[in-house]
């Protein structure tokens, strides 16, 4: 699996999504239960899945699917 | 009373054991049952006494070196924790620094450092632990050390009041925020207790007076440790937002009337 199936998944596991999801375009508020609880969740799940822990400033900055990859980017994450 | 597993299995982590009260209270936890991280600055400092609390203990101590205002170290102790246990459900948030003076006689650069440890310091590490930690979980105990003086103030201990307060402030804050997650934050508000820093400001600023306290005696860092131990256990699981005056009947009074005699 590489690491944007990596990222793809945790949206899957956090929010129990089903294949039919457009995943590309989820975002925080418009993707069912990703609200703030949901959004520390999936926070935690990719900080164990690639071994990372987020700044706080990229916790608030990560709103969306596209903004996730360029956040892992900013970690030395190759997407 | 058998306080053996109060804690049992429990994974704490206190910040400030290098000595006093923290030490105290890490080596209860560990009698009671707990896995406890012993936060200190100096690395290698709590080897020998870690040793001999293991020696004895229901838990365990396990020592981890960091300094409360690195930011990278803080969060670096959380992702070993994490690492290691994959849990953590007591933080006990000791790591303080003390300044006294009277409102023109403290600097700001003291100011600053005091509320950089006691106020910032633990906010960061609260931070780090309940949302990496303690929201997954879904459960978890938090008791910051805050002090008599932050809830009843002090003549000549402004600054630190002030840090102290903003500590009882930001307990029942969290306390409110956290409750849904079934995670509890109380504060323990120590008053005169019986520590080497104590000892030196009766000597050196009260000429050996020791202050009038209601049950005639300086508090122990037990009586401290007993409270943490409280809150922390589940004999507390329904107790949140709460700030427990450990004072032994030491009155704002009667403290006002001997800084003015003594000081």
Redesign the interface.
């Known amino acids: 699996m590489d690491n944007l199936d990596k990222y793809r998944q945790c949206f899957c596991d956090v929010f129990s999504l089903g294949a039919d999801f457009d995943i590309d375009a989820a975002e925080m508020g418009g993707t069912p239960d990703w609200d703030s609880?949901g959004h520390?969740?999936l926070?935690?799940e990719m900080?164990d899945r690639f071994d990372i822990?987020f700044e706080?400033e990229d916790?608030l900055r990560f709103t969306s699917y596209v903004k996730g990859i360029e956040i892992l980017k900013k970690y030395g994450i190759e997407m | 009373m058998d306080k053996g597993w109060l804690l049992g299995g429990k994974v704490c982590l206190v910040t400030g054991t290098s000595r006093g009260i923290g030490q105290e209270i890490a080596e209860r936890f560990a009698k009671a049952g707990g896995f406890v991280y012993a936060g200190a600055r100096r690395e290698g400092s709590l080897e020998d006494w870690a040793a001999s609390v293991n020696a004895s203990a229901a838990g365990k101590v396990s020592p981890i070196y960091f300094d409360m205002t690195d930011t990278a170290a803080v969060?670096q102790a959380?992702?070993q924790i994490k690492k290691e246990q994959g849990m953590l459900e007591v933080l006990v948030n000791n790591a303080g620094v003390v300044h006294n003076g009277a409102l023109g006689m403290v600097p700001m650069e003291k100011v600053r450092e005091m509320f950089e440890v006691n106020v910032f310091g633990l906010l960061e590490l609260s931070?780090l632990v309940v949302?990496?930690l303690m929201?997954?979980q879904k459960r978890g105990s938090i008791v910051n050390i805050a002090s008599i003086v932050g809830v009843e103030g002090s003549r000549g201990q402004v600054a630190y009041s002030a840090s102290k307060g903003a500590v009882v402030a930001l307990t029942k804050s969290m306390a409110q925020e956290l409750a849904p997650y079934q995670i509890r934050v109380n504060a323990v508000a120590p008053g005169m207790v019986d520590t080497g820093r104590l000892q030196v400001e009766i000597r050196e600023e009260y000429r050996d007076n020791v202050p009038p306290i209601g049950m005639g005696r300086l508090g122990s860092t037990g009586d401290i440790a007993d409270a943490c131990l409280y809150f922390a256990s589940d004999m507390a699981s329904y107790t949140t937002g709460q700030v427990m005056v450990v004072g032994g009947g030491y009155d704002t009074q009667s403290r006002a009337l001997y800084n003015i005699r003594y000081q």
């Open positions: 609880v520390m969740e926070v935690t900080e822990l706080t916790i | 969060k959380i992702v931070q949302t990496r929201m997954k």
